[in-house]
């Protein structure tokens, strides 16, 4: 498994080479994002989409 640090580097190679801060700091966070709801999946478990459509429908 891939250090955060190696994470981080493998994101910003693969940008291009003109993007902005903001692009590569947006990148790094949207990751963090996807890192973090990952380990909450794993650890608190998650809804099946027929569940979430069938909660959803009662507020319409």
């Given at each position: 498994m891939n250090t955060e640090k190696?994470?981080?580097q493998n994101?910003?190679?693969n940008l291009p080479d003109d993007?902005?801060?903001e692009d590569a700091q947006y990148h790094l966070y949207v990751a963090e994002k996807i890192?973090?709801?990952l380990y909450r999946v794993?650890?608190?478990?998650?809804l099946s989409q027929q569940i979430v459509e069938e909660k959803?429908?009662?507020w319409s």
């Open positions: 190696e994470q981080a994101i910003l190679t993007c902005s801060l890192k973090k709801s794993e650890k608190e478990g998650a959803l429908a009662k």
